[in-house]
């Protein structure tokens, strides 16, 4: 069974950085989409980012230029690189990818709190 493990969630003052890590069990090139959703408190999870086999991307509007996703194939890994972290950014973030015939696989989940 393909896993996502995700990690780098933590503490962070309003405009730092962190950046998260999504490992897959298999091969990356398994999933034909991955990507990060984050959930607040008391509120829907949303999409923050997307990356599609092909190499395009997707961001929302909240995100757009701060943070960027990107992936190593080798290490079989997709990252989030959050930059000037605001205090809504406080969310679980979690990890997913979609395969043809298997739905979507979610990782864990791993907590980002922007606090000062």
């Known amino acids: 069974q393909v896993q996502l493990v995700e990690s780098g969630g933590g503490l962070v003052q309003p405009g730092g950085s962190l950046r998260l890590s999504c490992a897959t069990s298999?091969?990356?090139?398994?999933?034909?989409?991955m990507g990060w959703y984050r959930q607040a408190p008391g509120k829907q999870r949303e999409l923050v980012a997307q990356?599609?086999?092909?190499?395009?991307?997707n961001y929302a509007d909240s995100v757009k230029g701060r943070f960027t996703i990107s992936r190593d194939n080798f290490k079989n890994t997709v990252y989030l690189q959050m930059n000037r972290l605001k205090p809504e950014d406080t969310a679980v973030y979690y990890c997913?990818?979609?395969?043809?015939?298997?739905?979507?696989?979610w990782g864990q989940g791993t907590q980002v709190t922007v606090s000062s």
């Open positions: 298999g091969s990356i090139f398994n999933f034909n989409l």
């Open positions: 990356m599609f086999t092909g190499g395009s991307t």
């Open positions: 997913y990818g979609d395969r043809d015939g298997h739905g979507t696989t």
